[in-house]
């Protein structure tokens, strides 16, 4: 069985202690029967009563130094030792799946023992968040999934009932429900990439005004049917990026507008902030509250009003143009508030 740290160090303490009065000891008692007559050979003998007398002596000093050392090393060893149990008693307890335990540090202890416990706290923290996320993800899929299956699966039963004619609307409903799902599909399969840092891009060197063009021109019409009136105001920015990870972002920002902002004005920028070169979007619809604008990036979360389910959402656009961003090493926030509508920005490193 292993000697925990406590005792090591009490051990260790001892044995030095022994070791330099060992030295001392059978040095002196060396000198005193042994050198002091070879190197004072004229001088008086040495009394062998004081030989004897200083040879006591020596071994109650010693006892002394065992005896401190040994208090000495348990005092040391416990700002040690404490910090350590409990960093040990938490882990157990996360091992277990209680990712609720966190470790306490005891005062007067040294740094490195309390940067150890922040440091474990900060994890388990962290641990806790991503075991709470997850439950919330693997809910929130169940949920996002269950209604296009449900009216895919209700339709292709009429079908078969004969309930329902077949029709070329009818197979493009289905189709687009269908779509729906891919949809989902593909936007899970991006955000969990981008969590574990293995989102693919295909870098090459490219103008972040051309982009959001680009951008533009895919949804144009979608925007125009939603009575939405776009004004530009796109300067040429150099950036290395995926181009079709870009447009991604930049068409998710677009498509936010067009689901909740209906018959709003929506202007387009590109600028240069800094080091970065910042792709901006903001509407004149209904924004977002104080509560909703911290939850923005959040998956799967939508505000109860404006900004439901049943204009098509999945909660997912947001949180996509910041793992995205990230992945280039930007990020992606909102504007600060001005009135009313909501704004966008997302961020990239600029190419010099």
């Not at 399969?189 to 895919?218: F, M, S, V």
């Not at 929506?266 to 600028?271: F, G, L, P, R, W």
Request: glycine share 10%; hydrophobic share 45%.
């Amino acid at each position: 069985m292993r000697d925990n740290l406590n005792t090591r160090i009490v051990r260790a303490m001892i044995g030095l202690t022994l070791l330099a009065c060992a030295v001392v000891y059978f040095g002196l008692l060396a000198y005193f029967f042994f050198i002091y007559d070879w190197l004072y050979p004229d001088a008086p003998p040495y009394d062998d009563s004081w030989r004897l007398g200083d040879a006591v002596m020596l071994g109650l000093l010693l006892g002394i130094a065992i005896l401190a050392a040994l208090l000495f090393g348990w005092r040391l060893a416990r700002p040690m030792i404490v910090p350590l149990k409990s960093v040990a008693a938490a882990a157990r307890r996360l091992a277990e799946g209680d990712f609720s335990a966190r470790a306490d540090l005891p005062p007067r202890t040294f740094k490195e023992a309390g940067d150890l416990v922040a440091d474990f706290n900060q994890m388990a923290e962290r641990l806790q968040r991503a075991e709470a996320e997850l439950s919330y993800s693997n809910s929130a899929i169940a949920h996002e999934l269950r209604t296009p299956l449900t009216i895919l699966r209700g339709r292709l039963q009429g079908l078969l009932d004969g309930v329902f004619a077949p029709s070329p609307e009818l197979y493009g409903r289905l189709i687009e429900h269908v779509d729906d799902l891919s949809g989902i599909v593909e936007e899970l399969r991006t955000l969990a990439l981008g969590n574990a840092g293995q989102l693919d891009l295909q870098y090459a060197r490219l103008d972040l005004a051309q982009e959001a063009e680009a951008a533009l021109g895919g949804i144009d019409h979608q925007l125009a049917a939603a009575g939405i009136t776009v004004s530009r105001s796109l300067a040429s920015v150099a950036i290395r990026g995926d181009r079709a990870r870009l447009r991604q972002a930049m068409i998710a920002v677009l498509d936010n507008c067009r689901r909740y902002a209906p018959q709003a004005s929506v202007h387009v920028e590109t600028a240069v902030t800094g080091d970065f070169a910042v792709f901006r979007c903001i509407d004149t619809g209904p924004g977002l509250s104080a509560e909703g604008r911290t939850h923005a990036f959040e998956r799967f979360w939508r505000a109860d009003d404006s900004r439901g389910r049943s204009l098509g959402g999945s909660g997912l656009g947001l949180p996509i143009v910041r793992t995205i961003a990230r992945a280039h090493g930007g990020e992606a926030l909102l504007l600060p508030p001005d009135g009313t509508g909501l704004g966008v920005e997302i961020r990239f490193p600029r190419q010099i």
